[in-house]
């Protein structure tokens, strides 16, 4: 072999063999990012012992929502946060920043897709009517939302790793410690459908959070390799903090397990009336709800039937107080209605922080024409039985998330109409004049709650809890 043909074959072979090393290590690192990537996966379903040891499984455990800004809200100030007893009032007129602007053009999308409703109210303000839009969570809209504000798109997932990057912390003044930096792509995956909602076109654009969810966006994880196997890198000091409480790393899972219990047979099963109290059907007149109008006393009566409060005439008030300008005005017009009588009264003693003063003032009382609405078994102003119009049955497997592995979990939600009212509620001058009345029969009583199913006992319904409120603000409405 001349010296030509050897240069030839020399430059030959390193070549192969550069390309044979490129390949190995090509598939080395695709093979690393399968298994980090594997083990990412499998830790969304870890359950942590400790808030801070797994940032994986925390992420994948909240609530990807929509939000809606109250501050936008310039009404009359909220006294509930439940469900349908807040509005958003937002002035039609003056000066608003680009925040607001973008504020109000979210809950506009929210009306097009009617989670939200809209409506033109006008409100005094500095003893000038102003004219505001009142928007206002639909049934819908509760039927989507988690919480207070949050209207539900689903839960983010870990889709894919695309780069892995190795470096080394210090961990002490002396001391390194190697770990890699894993760029991970999240998002919701595309077998988890997104509410029907959320694809308008008005949703998409108000809210950029859904085309970044469903498009993806990186997310950093620290990983180190333990023994072999890929894990979140825990610093020296979580691992100090679990060694002392006794607990080590944990290595309990979720199941993601569909639930044995079929919705059809805890329809049959769920009777709402064993689950009722029996004041959730009255309704109240200005001062006997924590929630609703205020009064400044109400006055004691021999008779725990007897309704008598009282508004005081010469009384300093703060700018906070609307007893004046918001209750009296509401009493006098029940007393138009016949509802209620009133008369003058001196040296009423003042309540709580007025106690030992003594008011002049205006008492207002139910009228004898009226006392039987009051049902005498319940002590209350009774509507009668309900009917129950079901929004969400859901029921959570045994062993998922934040469950029992003994016990599958139903939340429900659901809205009580009074379709057959007593006698007394068609009065056509009530209606119009008792906002709470009206309030009941137009948007009903809501609740919601949950209760458990013992899946050792023929599915027998636990423990649980709920409540239940009327489905409208009674000052809003006023």
């Not at 005439?313 to 209620?340: C, F």
């Not at 379709?419 to 009345?437: F, G, H, I, T």
């Amino acid at each position: 072999m001349d010296v030509l043909q050897a240069f030839f074959v020399t430059i030959v072979l390193v070549l192969f063999s550069n390309i044979y090393a490129f390949g190995s290590s090509d598939m080395e690192f695709d093979s690393q990012k399968n298994d980090i990537f594997a083990a990412i996966k499998k830790d969304e379903n870890l359950k942590p012992h400790f808030t801070y040891e797994s940032s994986i499984s925390n992420f994948v455990s909240e609530d990807q929502c929509i939000r809606i800004n109250h501050n936008l809200h310039k009404g009359e100030r909220q006294k509930s946060k439940r469900a349908f007893k807040w509005v958003i009032d937002v002035p039609t007129k003056g000066k608003i920043s680009s925040k607001e602007a973008i504020g109000i053009k979210e809950l506009n999308a929210l009306v097009t897709v009617k989670l939200l409703s809209k409506k033109t109210v006008y409100i005094d303000i500095d003893s000038i009517k102003q004219k505001f839009n009142r928007y206002r969570l639909t049934v819908k809209g509760w039927k989507e939302s988690v919480g207070r504000d949050c209207f539900y798109l689903g839960k983010a997932k870990h889709l894919s790793v695309t780069k892995v990057k190795k470096i080394q912390v210090p961990i002490s003044r002396d001391s390194k410690e190697t770990l890699y930096k894993v760029t991970t792509i999240v998002g919701i995956a595309r077998e988890q459908k997104l509410p029907d909602w959320a694809n308008h076109q008005d949703v998409r654009q108000a809210f950029p959070l859904v085309d970044k969810l469903v498009k993806g966006y990186e997310r950093i994880i620290s990983m180190n390799k333990v023994n072999g196997q890929w894990a979140e890198y825990l610093s020296p000091s979580s691992v100090k903090r679990m060694a002392k409480s006794g607990r080590t790393k944990s290595s309990n899972y979720f199941n993601t397990n569909a639930s044995i219990t079929k919705k059809e047979s805890m329809l049959d099963a769920f009777e709402i009336e064993e689950h009722r109290n029996k004041y959730w059907s009255c309704i109240s007149l200005p001062g006997q709800s924590s929630n609703g109008v205020r009064v400044d006393k109400e006055l004691k009566s021999s008779s725990q039937y007897n309704y008598s409060v009282a508004i005081f005439d010469n009384m300093k008030r703060s700018k906070l107080d609307d007893i004046e300008i918001k209750t009296k005005p509401y009493l006098e017009r029940l007393v138009g209605a016949g509802l209620l009588t009133s008369h003058l009264q001196n040296g009423i003693e003042g309540n709580k922080k007025n106690r030992g003063k003594l008011f002049n003032g205006t008492v207002y009382q139910l009228s004898s024409n009226y006392n039987h609405i009051i049902d005498k078994n319940k002590g209350c102003i009774y509507l009668g039985k309900g009917k129950v119009n079901l929004v969400e049955l859901k029921i959570i497997a045994s062993n998922a998330r934040g469950n029992h592995s003994l016990q599958e979990i139903v939340k429900y939600k659901y809205i009580m109409t009074y379709p057959e009212p007593p006698e007394w509620v068609k009065d056509p001058v009530l209606q119009s004049q008792w906002s709470d009345l009206k309030g009941a029969l137009d948007y009903g009583l809501a609740c919601d709650g949950t209760f458990e199913i013992d899946l050792t006992e023929e599915r027998k319904m636990g423990a649980g809890s709920g409540s239940c409120w009327w489905a409208y603000d009674s000052v809003a409405e006023l």
